[in-house]
């Protein structure tokens, strides 16, 4: 069978790159943004009522990204093996690798119910000696984390639609489950239409709301819209190596994820010992970087399937095109946020009750960072084709350098060396620099491998 009757039934092997690319990632750009949203409400509310309740949901947020690393995770790895089995025209792994991945997922939520039982505490007491802090930041915890099933499952049914071309239902869901938490806040935060006044905990019942509302129109798009791919829990059986190939891609997508919460707790670390209003500070710009960066990961989304698709498929090239769009347009997205953060950044934290101390350390930690943003573009994408490619391994070498190798080691010896939050602020910029870097070295290699294939193909 030819490559043209291979791909014809199927846009992702036909359409036009550009096109395709954006009509795909619009859609899950838009799902991002909302997410950024609905993760910036709880801050802005919280922020009303008090600097210290600010800092306890700041102190949680890893743990809450933790959750979102393990869905995402999970998601990805399923995404990445239906797109790709799409390609290949096997059915049965299709419907394998979905019904593995929900499986696997009831595992999770038991997981982040003991995690938020008896984790909780422990956690947000290593960041804070303030007993008000402690109590406020358990509250929000136990709800967030122990009730995050729901948002387990619906990233799960959202990354099915995805693998499928489906953008649309995606983006729908989260629309309601934002828009259902941005509503709640300010009721069951303070209290209005009869509603008692909860404070954090009201922001987490909003925001556990909303995501149970998401998960369920999930289940009811599932159940309605044929989406080609099947879960089947009847009889099911573990399939090892389908097992592996999942966690193959959803261990490092995974530990990716998760690097923000442990950057976010070592960062929290060392700026405590600088000061309490730093810790709020960066709690802050690292809920607003969302609003950059989540429009690349919709981007990512839509580009993912479409180069698993390919590299099924042995279309190397229209791979190959699918990701220089996907880096131009990324590109334009940083430059923007470039902007954003130095122009605005003083309006921005007069958004959260900014008080004079907290607008001269934000602006000038948000002017800095902004830097690296342009940069990030080659390592955020690229990053993002080998986790579509299968390639976990080196997906995690590329954000390892940006975030965990390079940021804490060297904001520790730079504070160390007198530098104070400037030398935390500068490592940002570093980072991105030399993980693009190491990108495209590790691409071009994988793309050499790649020609060779294709001229292997052509002999045959």
Not at 45 to 57: D, I, K, M
Not at 214 to 235: E, Q, T
Request: aromatic letters at 8%.
């Amino acid at each position: 069978m030819s490559q043209s009757e291979r791909n014809h039934e199927n846009p992702m092997g036909t359409k036009p790159i550009m096109p395709l690319l954006m009509s795909m990632s619009v859609p899950a750009m838009v799902s991002m943004l909302i997410q950024s949203l609905y993760n910036i409400v709880d801050s802005l509310f919280v922020g009303r009522l008090s600097q210290e309740a600010l800092t306890a949901v700041s102190l949680v947020f890893p743990l809450q990204n933790l959750v979102l690393a393990v869905a995402v995770g999970t998601g990805v790895g399923v995404n990445a093996s239906i797109a790709r089995s799409m390609g290949e025209k096997n059915q049965r792994e299709v419907d394998e690798a979905a019904s593995h991945g929900l499986v696997l997922t009831f595992f999770h939520i038991l997981f982040f119910v003991l995690l938020g039982l008896f984790g909780s505490r422990w956690f947000v007491g290593l960041f804070t000696d303030s007993a008000d802090i402690l109590e406020m930041g358990c509250d929000y915890s136990y709800i967030v984390i122990c009730l995050s099933g729901a948002s387990l499952v619906h990233i799960l049914i959202e990354k099915i639609f995805q693998a499928t071309g489906r953008m649309l239902m995606p983006m729908i869901m989260q629309i309601v489950g934002a828009v259902v938490n941005i509503i709640l806040d300010p009721i069951l935060i303070f209290g209005l239409l009869g509603a008692p006044a909860l404070g954090v905990k009201g922001a987490a019942i909003a925001t556990v709301i909303g995501q149970c509302c998401a998960c369920s129109l999930a289940i009811i798009l599932y159940v309605k819209r044929d989406c080609g791919v099947h879960i089947r829990l009847k009889g099911f059986r573990w399939n090892g190596s389908m097992v592996k190939r999942l966690y193959g891609v959803a261990i490092p997508s995974g530990m990716i994820m998760s690097m923000p919460s442990i950057l976010v707790g070592l960062l929290n670390g060392i700026l405590a010992g600088l000061s309490q209003l730093a810790v709020a500070v960066f709690g802050i710009y690292f809920k607003l970087q969302t609003f950059v960066y989540m429009p690349s990961n919709g981007l990512i989304q839509g580009m993912r399937p479409i180069i698993s698709y390919n590299y099924g498929a042995r279309n190397y090239k229209r791979m190959q095109r699918t990701l220089h769009c996907s880096i131009a347009v990324t590109a334009a997205i940083m430059a923007v946020g470039t902007i954003l953060f130095l122009a605005g950044g003083k309006w921005i934290l007069l958004m959260f009750g900014g008080t004079e101390e907290m607008l001269d350390m934000g602006v000038q930690a948000f002017r800095i960072i902004c830097v690296g943003f342009i940069f990030s573009a080659l390592g955020v994408i690229i990053a993002g084709a080998f986790e579509a490619l299968g390639m976990g391994g080196h997906s995690l070498i590329i954000s390892l350098l940006r975030q965990m190798m390079i940021i804490p080691p060297l904001a520790f010896l730079l504070v160390r060396a007198g530098l104070g939050l400037t030398g935390v602020w500068i490592t940002f910029p570093i980072a991105e620099v030399t993980a693009s870097i190491a990108a495209v070295i590790l691409y071009q290699t994988v793309w050499k491998r790649l020609k060779k294939q294709m001229e292997c193909d052509r002999i045959e």
